[in-house]
C-alpha cells in the first residue's frame, strides 16, 4: 500500500527545505538529518541524544523541490520503503506533498505522517 499526503505551508519553499536540511531547525524538532545531500549518499535521522533512529540512502534530490530516499529496515540490509517529498511553489506559500511505498503497516505509518507533515509546517511558518 501507498500513502500520500499533502500539506499547505505557509512558507517559501525555501524555508520549507530548511526544515529538511539546516540542522540547526531540524533540531528544534529533536535531532537532525545526516547526509551530505547528493544522490547515492547515505540519509539518516539522529535524535539529540546522537542515536541514528533511521538509515537510508538518496535518490534523488532537487534544492527547494524534490528529495527521494530508501528507508533501510533496522538490519540495514533490506529497503523498507521509499519515502518522496515533493515542493510546489504556492504563490508563496508551499504544496508539500509526501510519499511513501510500500507501507507494510499502513494505520500506524499514516498516523505518523500526519504528525510529521504538521510538525514541519509549524517549524517553517516559524522562521
Do not use: C
Request: aromatic share 8%; glycine share 8%.
Amino acid at each position: 500500500m501507498q500513502i500520500e499526503k499533502t500539506i499547505l505551508i505557509n512558507a517559501t519553499p525555501d524555508k520549507v527545505w530548511q526544515v529538511f536540511t539546516n540542522p540547526e531547525v531540524t533540531r528544534r524538532m529533536g535531532g537532525e538529518y545526516v547526509s551530505d545531500w547528493k544522490v547515492g549518499s547515505s540519509f539518516g535521522w539522529k535524535g539529540t541524544d546522537g542515536k541514528m533512529y533511521t538509515q537510508g540512502v538518496i535518490l534523488q534530490i532537487e534544492k527547494n523541490k524534490l528529495l527521494q530516499h530508501h528507508l533501510f529496515n533496522p538490519d540495514g540490509h533490506s529497503i523498507l520503503s521509499t519515502i518522496t517529498y515533493e515542493l510546489q511553489n504556492n504563490n508563496g506559500s508551499t504544496l508539500l506533498l509526501a510519499k511513501e511505498d510500500p507501507v507494510e503497516s499502513y494505520e500506524d505509518a499514516s498516523a505518523g505522517w500526519d504528525a510529521a507533515l504538521q510538525a514541519v509546517k509549524d517549524l517553517a511558518e516559524n522562521l
